[in-house]
C-alpha cells in the first residue's frame, strides 16, 4: 500500500521560499507509470494544481501556468521522495499543500495527509 | 473561479439519488477523463471515480460516473448520511498542459 508522508514547516515569511517535501513508501519515485503532484487548497482558490514530476526514462515537469516563475519540483532517488519549492511567497499563498500520486489519466490516487502553510511575517 | 463548474450545493434525502454536474470545454473535458473526488472535512480528498465511469477497489457501486461531450456527472444512490462530504470533479486540460478541478459541491443529505 503506497503511502505520502509530508514534511516541513507550517509558516514561512512573505518573500521567502516555501518548501514541502514527501517521502513516498510503498512505491518509487522513479516508476515510470505514474506521477507525483502537488496540489493546495485555500478557501479562496479551491483546489489548484501547482505541479507534477514524473519519470519516463528521464525526468520531465509540468507546472501551472501562473506559478512557472516561482515553482520547482524535485525528485530524490536516493531518499525516495519530491519536493516543493515555491519562491517569493505572499500571503495570497497560504492554503493546505498536498503532494499526490498520480495513476493513469490524471486519476490522482494516494493522497498525502496535507501541510497547512501559512505566509505571515 | 475554477476551469470547471459545479453547483456550489445539492441536497436529498436519505435513500435517494442525487446528480453533480461538472462542466468544462473541449480542451479540458472534451478531450480527456474525468475524475471525482470525496471529501470530509479536515480530510484529504480520495478518489472515488476515475477514467469517466471507473471505480477504485472498495468505492461502493452506489457511486458512478459519466461523460458526454464537455460536461460529467457523478451519480450516487441510496445516500446515506456519511456521504455528507464536498465532491470535486478533475482533468486534465490539453491545450495549457495543466491539471483544472471544479470549484466543489457540498452534499447535503437531508
Known amino acids: 500500500q503506497v503511502q505520502l508522508q509530508q514534511s516541513g514547516p507550517g509558516l514561512v515569511k512573505p518573500s521567502q521560499t516555501l518548501s514541502l517535501t514527501c517521502a513516498i513508501s510503498g512505491d518509487s519515485v522513479s516508476n515510470n507509470n505514474v506521477a507525483w503532484n502537488w496540489i493546495r487548497q485555500s478557501p479562496s482558490r479551491g483546489l489548484e494544481w501547482l505541479g507534477r514530476?514524473?519519470?519516463?526514462?528521464?525526468?520531465?515537469?509540468d507546472f501551472a501556468v501562473s506559478l512557472k516563475s516561482r515553482i520547482s519540483i524535485n525528485a530524490d532517488t536516493s531518499k525516495n521522495q519530491f519536493s516543493l519549492q515555491l519562491n517569493s511567497v505572499t500571503p495570497d499563498d497560504t492554503a493546505v499543500y498536498y503532494c499526490?500520486?498520480?495513476?493513469?489519466?490524471?486519476?490522482?490516487?494516494?493522497w498525502g495527509q496535507g501541510t497547512l502553510v501559512t505566509v505571515s511575517s | 473561479q475554477s476551469v470547471l463548474t459545479q453547483p456550489p450545493s445539492v441536497s436529498a434525502a436519505p435513500g435517494q439519488k442525487v446528480t453533480i454536474s461538472c462542466s468544462g470545454s473541449s480542451s479540458n473535458i472534451g478531450n480527456y477523463y474525468v475524475s471525482w473526488y470525496q471529501q470530509f472535512p479536515g480530510t484529504a480528498p480520495k478518489l472515488l471515480i476515475y477514467d469517466n465511469n471507473e471505480r477504485p477497489s472498495g468505492i461502493p457501486d452506489r457511486f458512478s460516473g459519466s461523460k458526454s461531450g464537455t460536461s460529467a456527472t457523478l451519480g450516487i444512490t441510496g445516500l446515506q448520511t456519511g456521504d455528507e462530504a464536498d465532491y470535486y470533479c478533475g482533468t486534465w486540460d490539453s491545450s495549457l498542459s495543466v491539471g483544472v478541478f471544479g470549484g466543489g459541491t457540498k452534499l447535503t443529505v437531508l
Open positions: 499526490v500520486r498520480e495513476l493513469t489519466h490524471w486519476s490522482l490516487e494516494c
Open positions: 514530476t514524473y519519470y519516463r526514462s528521464k525526468w520531465f515537469n
